[in-house]
Structures are given as structure tokens and as C-alpha cells.
């Protein structure tokens, strides 16, 4: 069997809602761009503050935006799964979050210009961004090439 651990392998690195779980983010970008070939693509996609997202990017909260936004979420949820399902999903976050009573296991709460920068400094370059159309506007997807 040959070994291709340092090789670069891939053509593409998919981290989808996950960036936000590391530790070290930095160290999972680095080895995702020394597996990726020349010219490889990275694609990222997360929730994040600032940008077009409308999320802040401090503690300040505009309360109108909010609300439109939870009442856009309720709106979609409903619509896929129906009121009884709704219900029962919403019952069961209560008793779940009461029951462990602890903070989400998210390490980062990613600012878009942090985001950014720490692309850029693990030898990428962002070449597309999309962001999610309301009410998930503060999700982006990010495409990124392998610098040489």
C-alpha cells in the first residue's frame, strides 16, 4: 500500500458547520490545505457575525431585527413539518436544554473579518462567498483556492 500522508491528495476539502467546533481552527485549515493538490478548493460554510450577515458583530441587539428573524425561522419550521411535529421538537428543546442546563459545544463564535484572516493566513484565497437568503442570513458559504 502506498502512503500518501504527505502527499497533496485532494482536489477539494468540504468543512461544512465545523469550523466553529475546533479547538484550533488554524491547525484544521493548515491540514486541509496540506492535503488539497495545487489549485484545490476549500469550501467553509457557517454561521458568522458581520459581513452581510445579519447578525452583530457586538453585543448590541436591534430588536426588530430579531423578531422578524425568529418569526421567519417559525414560519419555515412550520411549513415543513407541521404544527403538532413543531410542537413536539419545541417541548423537547425546553427539556433538553433544562436537563443539561450548559452552554451549545461551540469553541468560536466566528466574526466574519476574523474568519477572513484566518483563511487568508492558512495560505488561502477566497475566490466566491454566499450567503444564505433569509431568515438563515447569517450563513455563508465560502469558497477558498490553494495558494502556492
Not at 106 to 115: A, E, Q, R
Request: with cysteine; aromatic share 12%.
Amino acid at each position: 500500500m502506498k502512503n500518501i500522508s504527505n502527499k497533496s491528495t485532494f482536489d477539494w476539502v468540504h468543512m461544512r458547520s465545523v469550523l466553529d467546533h475546533f479547538q484550533d481552527p488554524y491547525l484544521a485549515l493548515k491540514e486541509a490545505y496540506r492535503v488539497l493538490r495545487f489549485n484545490g478548493t476549500l469550501l467553509i460554510g457557517l454561521a458568522v457575525r458581520g459581513g452581510k450577515s445579519l447578525l452583530k458583530t457586538d453585543n448590541s441587539h436591534d430588536n426588530v431585527s430579531q423578531f422578524v428573524s425568529i418569526i421567519s425561522r417559525v414560519k419555515t419550521k412550520f411549513r415543513y413539518v407541521g404544527l403538532t411535529s413543531f410542537v413536539r421538537r419545541g417541548v423537547r428543546k425546553v427539556i433538553k436544554k433544562e436537563e443539561k442546563n450548559m452552554p451549545d459545544d461551540h469553541m468560536f463564535c466566528w466574526i466574519y473579518g476574523d474568519l477572513i484572516d484566518l483563511i487568508r493566513t492558512a495560505g488561502f484565497r477566497v475566490i466566491k462567498e454566499h450567503w444564505q437568503k433569509p431568515p438563515f442570513t447569517m450563513c455563508i458559504y465560502l469558497s477558498a483556492k490553494k495558494r502556492s
